[in-house]
């Protein structure tokens, strides 16, 4: 580990004004059951970090008429235990639960969640996000079993590694950025995310100096679930995972959004299964085509094709747990 | 006077008794101190420079950036490897000794290496890539067997590397003190770890003093000094300063443990009442760069007429191969059970019908017949059991698997000392080990029964050099031989005792025995006089006598023997829609002759059906060939189970008539060879295919699944 600054500062703008302009000068530290694993093994060696431990509105849920805000720095385990999210939000609840151990559930963050580095075990042994040799990829060549089935074209094939994404995307969630002089931006959840094609990007769509600071989740009252393949029952990354929200009005799907995780570089909205879904009256054998449909265009590498198996699984139990809820 | 002999049932008053470890509250509390928890003032900290390569030559090693690092106090290199090759990723080439971890770390990664790579192999799966002149061992005529054959099954299996992830690694602290060397090593071989030190430093053995009070787990990988351990050492005399030296995670799978992996293309040959005609086994595989040995196949039908087995191995650029509980054990009952019981499916035979069948063919048919009853009962076989694939329409099947196996597991040679003071005291030395078995609390135990006092009046001593020598803790030899020599010692011991109070009570020795915490007149409990009131006749004196265990007399004498059964039975789910295999139970029927502690003894077979368990579903050394690292050298993909991972365990000591008269044997190794047979029989008597390969992780289900069929 290199000796680094610590900062924190209790305002968010000055925590955006001690970041760096470029990715890796500086790192933002929220719940560290990341980032303290990444400085130990080398994958960043900032100058500074800045702790965002001591800015008290991020760590608020707010339970608004129309919407749920809730703070970057609240952590999983509050997350998981507030009555409403637990009410009309199980999708999160499973995807929470489903991260398997309570050290990370305790101490990390709903942003932490987002906002952590990818699991690729290639970028984990210091090849880099993108894993090249000589302008070669190792994870092609390599051994895949846990990499991208779907958006892998580019030159990213890791799988992006949050558990609340998914679903806070099928959810239509919001996320507030600060940045330089406080300057602040609102994207959809889905926007967060990105396969970077060259060494410098990062797979948030960040500037190097922003910080998530909030989460707006709407009360629209969808039903709602998430269903992730797991092998472990303790701490372990799911193979494929898929979040479902809908309105069933009698017995026909409206509104839906299916998106799976852990399949591709970003998380993954899988268009052609919503399409099919809205509008259809919601049963098992429906299931069982948006499941295919969420399969379909799927570009397994060497050694992933099972995954496709997964996410038609994932999907199809997503769905009925979500029309059941 | 009082004998050597173990008591009869009856007359045992701790033997076989369920006493909890005594190490288990300082563990618990944290006073329990590990190698790793040893701190000596001054205390430098060692950090291994080893291979990034897989293959290269080494052209130069330079150290100077490293040495001018604030708190950097020695950098050892080792020279002989300048201008030789590295062979595998994580071989040791130097280490830097420095004030603090964080300085020795950045040491270490300053040191600079000059390799020139060449060409390396890491794949240990495909027989195309064997080297060297196969094995072969042939019993009758395979033409022959399989002439007489009803049906005739092929096919092949396989069993990853894995390593043994101890989780306390391995490494030890070292301090040369007035031209004296003291160790704290992580190890099973406490009386044999000094000379291991050789001519590498010149400090003769009798000034070698080593300490292991507490070690988290070896598993057959400890028995060695290693590189490191000499390093260490030098780097005391060198500096003048104690040093640690622990491996990283990273190096601990790497570099400290491979069990060898094992692949086979097996074509068995069954007559049509079921039993096994002729095996024929190609088997392959690697551990590292040391020789591969074919496991046994056909593993525990021994007698099955007519086999041939042929063994290659392939050698890899990877860390060598160490002992892991039972070798070759568990890769051998993987191959041979998965293939008889494919086989037996074929014959559309029952499962647990076939086993009981073919025990004929086994050393011990009664043991394995009557082991396969109770564990079919205990596991509600006959109501659960169904024909492979047969199991219902839902996506999530269940299945039933078996497997059998068996060990050795004679004590080995041991010395103990065992003293009796005036005051009543009693104390044992031992230079044995407690890995984490209970070694302590058993010898405790031994030498209570033999005294006739409570359990916690004997104080033991182990885990150092200067105690009587005592084997290492490998093979399942050390309840035997620790059990022996403190039972003589015990035993000599009191009859010293009984002969001073025999003159004071004005008797003879031969009527006089201990029990209860008294000495009296045979069959006379509670006349005589109290233990403590018979030892101050000993005046100013103590008694102190050393038991010597001698495996081939004491074998004879019936005090330990060699050789058990064991039978387990596993009852899993798979999900057919996502290859995920969940265990619901797992049965283990196990004999070991006498049993010293029966918590313990079962204790011993919980930790094994973990490990086994970890290793059927989850665990796999991966290494990539391109670039020749490890890449799950942690604990997020190195994936060991849970406590929830493992279901209900449910384990059955066999004792009575029979099984008590056998004399004590060791139980570590027998119960980790089965549970990878027994999960993959019961995975594919759930889902109807064999999964040929373990882990049988969920993209090895799903593929095995679509080859067969079930799904698209």
Known sequence: MNPFEYVAPSDLREASSLLGSRWGQTEVLAGGTDLVTSLKQGITKPKRLVSLKNIPELKRIQVKKNTVRIGAMVTLRDLAANATIQEEFPALVTAIDGIGSSQIINAGTVAGDLCQRPRCWYFRNGFGLLAEDNGDSLVRTGDNRYHAIFGNDGRALFVNASSLAPALIALQAEISIVGAAGREREINAGDLFQAPNNGEDREVALRANEIVSEIKLPRENMQNASYEVRHRHGLDWPYATASVALKIRSGIAREASVVLGHVAPTPWPAVAASNLLNGARVDASLAEAVGEAAARGAKPLSGNAYKVQMVKTAVKRALLAAANA | ?712
Not at chain 2, 117 to 136: M, T
Not at chain 2, 358 to 385: F, H, M, S, W
Not at chain 2, 451 to 463: F, K, N, Q
Not at chain 2, 673 to 690: F, K, L, T, Y
């Open chain 2, 1 to 712: 006077m009082a004998k050597v002999a173990w008591p009869e049932k009856g007359d045992r008053k701790i033997l076989g008794s369920r006493i909890p470890r005594q190490d288990g509250p300082p563990k618990v509390t944290g006073t329990a101190k590990y190698s790793y928890d040893i701190n000596r003032p001054d205390m430098l900290w060692g950090k291994l420079v080893t291979s990034p390569n897989a293959h290269a030559e080494l052209i130069s090693v330079d150290t100077s950036v490293a040495a001018a690092i604030p708190g950097v106090k020695a950098v050892w290199v080792d020279e002989e490897l300048v201008g030789d090759e590295l062979r595998y990723v994580g071989q040791v080439i130097a280490c830097v000794a420095a004030d603090t971890e964080e300085a020795a770390i950045e040491g270490a990664e300053k040191v600079k290496l000059q390799l020139k790579a060449l060409e390396h192999q890491v794949a240990d799966d495909d027989v195309a890539l064997s080297s060297g002149r196969p094995s072969n061992k042939e019993q009758g005529n395979l033409d022959e067997g399989f002439a007489g054959a009803d049906v005739v099954v092929e096919g092949e299996y396989g069993i990853a590397v894995i390593t043994h992830c101890c989780l306390e690694p391995h490494g030890q602290v070292t301090e040369v003190k007035d031209g004296e060397l003291h160790v704290w090593p992580s190890t099973q071989n406490v009386s044999r770890y000094a000379n291991q030190f050789g001519d590498e430093i010149e400090i003769p053995q009798n000034k070698i003093h080593v300490d292991t009070q507490y070690m988290g787990g070896g598993f057959g990988s400890k028995f060695n000094i290693d590189k490191w351990g000499i390093i260490g050492a030098k780097l005391s005399q060198e500096t003048g300063r104690p040093v640690k030296i622990m491996l990283d995670r990273k190096e601990e799978l790497m570099i400290a443990g491979n069990r060898p992996s094992g692949f086979a293309k097996i074509k068995v040959g069954l007559q049509k009442d079921g039993l096994i005609s002729a095996v024929d086994a190609e088997v392959w595989g690697s551990g590292g760069q040391g020789a591969f040995r074919a496991p046994p196949i056909p593993y525990v039908f021994t007698k099955v007429p007519n086999t041939r087995l042929v063994g290659k191995g392939i050698r890899t650029n990877r860390g060598g191969v160490r002992a892991w509980r039972a070798p070759n054990h568990p890769q051998g009952a993987l191959l041979t059970m998965s293939a008889v019981d494919d086989a037996a499916a074929a014959l559309g035979m029952d499962s647990l019908e076939f086993f009981m069948k073919n025990a004929a063919l086994t050393d011990r048919p009664e043991v394995y017949r009557e082991e396969l009853q109770i564990a079919a009962n205990i596991i509600g076989y006959r109501q659960k059991a169904h024909a492979r694939g047969d199991s219902g329409s839902g996506p999530v099947k269940r299945g039933l698997g078996i497997s059998m196996h068996t060990w050795g597991g004679r004590g080995h040679p041991s010395e103990c000392d065992v003293t009796i003071n005036s005051d009543g005291s009693v104390e044992a030395k031992i230079g044995s080990q407690d890995l984490g078995t209970g070694t302590r609390t058993c010898i405790a135990m031994v030498i209570a029964e033999t005294l006739g006092l409570p359990y916690e009046a004997v104080t033991v001593h182990l885990g150092r050099n200067s105690y009587p020598q005592s084997g290492a803790s490998g093979g399942s030899t050390t309840i035997g031989g620790i059990s022996v020599s403190a039972r003589r010692a015990a035993t000599d011991a009191l009859n010293d005792l009984l002969k001073t109070v025999a003159g004071r009570l004005g008797t003879t020795d031969d009527k006089l025995e201990a029990s209860a915490g008294r000495i009296h007149q045979i069959e006379k409990a509670g006349g005589g006089v109290s233990w403590r009131e018979a030892c101050s006749m000993l005046g100013p004196n103590s008694i102190t006598k050393r038991g010597i265990n001698n495996p081939g007399e004491s074998q004879q004498e019936g005090l330990i023997s060699a050789g058990v059964g064991g039978v387990q039975i596993a009852d899993v789910s798979v999900d057919v829609e996502t290859g995920i295999v969940t265990m619901n139970e797992m049965v283990a029927v196990q004999d070991c002759g006498l049993i010293v502690n029966m918590k313990l003894a079962e204790s011993q077979v919980y930790g094994a059906l973990i490990m086994g368990i970890t290793y059927a579903l989850y665990e796999e050394s991966i290494y990539d060939s391109k670039t020749g690292i490890m890449l799950n050298p942690d604990m997020e993909f190195y994936r060991l189970a849970g406590i929830k991972d493992v279901g209900d365990l449910k384990v059955h000591m066999m004792t009575g008539k029979g099984y008590d008269d056998r004399g004590i044997i060791g139980i570590g190794e027998p119960p980790a060879i089965s549970p990878g047979a027994a999960i993959s029989n019961a995975v594919a008597n759930a889902c109807g295919v064999r999964v040929p390969s373990l882990p049988l992780t969920p993209e090895r289900v799903i593929a095995a699944l679509q080859k067969g069929g079930d799904i698209a």
